[in-house]
């Protein structure tokens, strides 16, 4: 079966968005593909982060992905910073990545333009995600397309490798969700609803209450013309919730845009309330099982033992082409 890898960095609170943008697209994979899914922490600690918050987010953000339907007998689950190979490999490969090349990695150049002061780990992080995915023989990368650049950096790397070695490592292809929902945010339609800790009025977390779910879904921006359509460039607004709707009952555009036609703002709002309310209760149920039993313990350290064995196994063939110790 083709392996496909992916990290979860555990920095922000997950919202809708993340379920329906990116979770939903996971629970289709596990079933075609070999999977795995870690928690990137190592990744998280390139900006500075709050060491309390970061803890409880690793087991808080497994504990959700579980209760959202990803499926631990399908995917190996495990954290990066528990392996030490990820990096291992990672300065074998810094050692054969150009400054050239690094410097030009987006996320470096974005901050470092604006004048902010960044750490060394901010600039090599790409070179770790390379090393995360390499050590794996990853085939398939599901990453959005501000991470496309990264995974094109590991394939670079991976050639260069093949090229100087011989053939070590698989090249990588980045696999970008076609026309998968974007959920944008509902104060600010024409901007993504992203993972967030500051104020959260557009983006609603998969661990809000129902009333907080209800009040955001209420005052979501929209127009002023009342009627239901799908029209994403003139209604974004209504777009977005119909795009909701539409995602979290599995129906078509078309079908909900038909179920809603005679509907007001106000109704309709009320209706998509009540999908997301059903749905996130739902997920939070199933979320304080799995956060109140050992079962989480008992998936990552599974996932740990199977990671490591993989990764040693590569690892020591990289150590022993180069010429390290006594590989
Ligand atoms: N850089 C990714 C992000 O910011 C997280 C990540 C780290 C990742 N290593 C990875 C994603 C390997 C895919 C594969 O979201």
Not at 115 to 130: D, K, N, Q, R, W
Not at 134 to 151: A, C, E, N, R
């Amino acid at each position: 079966m083709k392996r496909i890898l992916t990290g979860l960095k555990p920095s922000g609170e997950l919202t809708l968005g993340s379920l329906i943008g990116g979770i939903k697209q996971s629970i289709l994979y596990q079933d075609k593909y070999d999977s795995f899914i870690f928690v990137p922490d190592l990744h998280a600690i390139t900006v500075p982060q709050d060491t309390v918050l970061l803890k409880e987010r690793i087991k808080k953000n497994v504990a959700l992905y579980l209760a959202c339907g990803i499926d631990p007998n399908k995917n190996t689950i495990y954290i990066q910073s528990e392996n030490l190979y990820h990096t291992n490999l990672s300065w074998i490969l810094e050692c054969h990545t150009y400054m050239g090349e690094a410097s030009r990695m987006t996320q470096y150049k974005d901050k470092t333009s604006k004048g902010e002061i960044v750490s060394v780990g901010l600039f090599t992080y790409p070179i770790l995600m390379a090393a995360d995915i390499l050590l794996y023989d990853t085939l398939y990368v599901p990453v959005g397309i501000d991470q496309k650049q990264h995974v094109e950096l590991a394939r670079d790397l991976a050639t260069r490798f093949n090229n100087k070695y011989g053939d070590t490592f698989i090249v990588p292809e980045p696999l970008i969700p076609k026309i998968g929902a974007k959920i944008m945010d509902l104060q600010n339609p024409t901007k993504k609803m992203s993972k967030s800790d500051g104020d959260t009025k557009g983006s609603i977390l998969l661990l809000d209450n129902e009333d907080v779910i209800r009040k955001k879904i209420m005052s979501a921006v929209t127009d002023s013309d009342n009627k239901v359509y799908y029209d994403m460039e003139n209604k974004p607004g209504i777009s977005n919730l119909l795009t909701i709707y539409s995602a979290l009952s599995n129906k078509t555009i078309k079908e909900v845009e038909e179920l809603f036609k005679e509907y007001n703002y106000g109704n309709l709002k009320k209706e998509v309330a009540n999908i997301v309310v059903a749905t996130l209760m739902d997920i939070q149920k199933k979320y304080q099982e799995y956060l109140n039993s050992e079962i989480i313990e008992e998936i990552l350290n599974n996932g740990n033992k199977k990671a490591s064995e993989i990764a040693k196994t590569k690892y020591e063939i990289v150590a022993k082409k180069i010429g390290l110790g006594r590989f």
